[in-house]
């Protein structure tokens, strides 16, 4: 009897898990290496696990290391999960983003930057988003928890209608899709998923003030659990429509609380007012 219903329930959850991947192209089941590979080796500084679960990158005086999705995506859903760096981590950058091929100066960039900083101190996540070769869209922020004890999972949502920046499923950052207002969206190019750990201390870290330590080298960061899923109709659940109001509420208590900069309320920078896309809704 209790044999057989624990039999059942196995089944259920066999035939759950089964209609769950379906819609996925590429999900957290198999080997990470699947669908990422290691593009930046850096002598080796960049690996994945025996058993396909982790990548890790790593950086020293001499290399940084990253990844790239195998597959590229024509808007598209992707969550990961990212070990940061522990203690000092000053002077270096680990990054996930979406970016698109060609030419540099036309390129499209959806841009995940944690930037390290000393021991007990914030990382900060730095995000933009380029069109078309154009950025000028940063909003940093601190995390409500301390990202180097644990994995948490980050997610970039690009749609039609908008891009979303998502931490452990709260949302930090919406831009609509206001092309038909003339504000330059990416919608004709499509990307890939890349990540990199490099060294950046000319600036990351207090504005360049604190250096990297050398002495603390090799730094590590880990990523696993990757999934992507790719357009398709309805594919999205909510993501795909209006974030709803709790969404909206959710979003509104990450940027109260944790939004460290907003180039739309940096008037030293935009003397004559703050791009359009600030002022719509
Ligand atoms: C980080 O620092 C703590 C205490 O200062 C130490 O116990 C730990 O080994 C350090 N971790 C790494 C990965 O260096
Ligand atoms: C992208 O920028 C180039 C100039 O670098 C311009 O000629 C082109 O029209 C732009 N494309 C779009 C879709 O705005
Ligand atoms: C590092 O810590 C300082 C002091 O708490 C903080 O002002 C800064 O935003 C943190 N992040 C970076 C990347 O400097
Ligand atoms: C892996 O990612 C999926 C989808 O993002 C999530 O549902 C699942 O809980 C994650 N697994 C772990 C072990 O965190």
Not at 30 to 45: A, M, P, Q, S, Y
Not at 256 to 272: K, L, T
Request: charged residues 20%; hydrophobic residues 35%; contains cysteine.
């Amino acid at each position: 009897m209790a044999v057989g219903s624990k039999m059942e329930a196995c089944c259920v959850l066999a035939v759950l898990v089964g209609l769950c991947t379906v819609a996925r192209t590429a999900s957290a089941e198999g080997r990470i290496d699947d669908h990422l590979e290691v593009n930046w080796v850096g002598g080796g500084r960049g690996s994945v696990s025996p058993d396909g679960q982790v990548i890790s990158l790593s950086l020293d005086r001499d290399s940084g290391s990253g990844f790239r999705s195998k597959d590229t995506y024509m808007y598209a859903r992707t969550d990961l999960q990212i070990k940061l760096i522990p203690n000092n981590s000053a002077g270096t950058v680990t990054t996930c983003y979406f970016m698109s091929e060609g030419s540099w100066g036309n390129h499209d960039e959806i841009d995940l930057e944690f930037l390290g900083n000393l021991s007990g101190q914030p990382y900060t996540l730095h995000t933009n988003i380029y069109t078309n070769g154009t950025g000028h869209k940063e909003q940093q922020f601190h995390l409500w928890f301390d990202p180097t004890t644990d994995f948490h999972t980050y997610s970039i949502v690009w749609t039609s209608l908008h891009i979303l920046v998502l931490v452990d499923g709260t949302p930090i950052r919406e831009l609509k899709n206001h092309a038909d207002r003339g504000v330059a969206y990416p919608s004709s190019q499509p990307m890939r998923l890349y990540g990199s750990l490099w060294n950046a201390d000319d600036w990351a870290t207090q504005g360049g003030r604190v250096k990297t330590d050398w002495s603390v080298a090799p730094f590590v960061a880990q990523y696993r659990n990757f999934t992507a899923t790719a357009s398709s109709p309805g594919g999205y659940g909510y993501y795909d429509q209006e974030m709803d109001a709790a969404a909206q509420q959710n979003m509104r208590w990450a940027r109260d609380n944790y939004m460290v900069y907003n180039y739309c309320a940096d008037s030293r920078r935009f003397p004559d007012g703050s791009p359009p896309e600030c002022y719509m809704p």
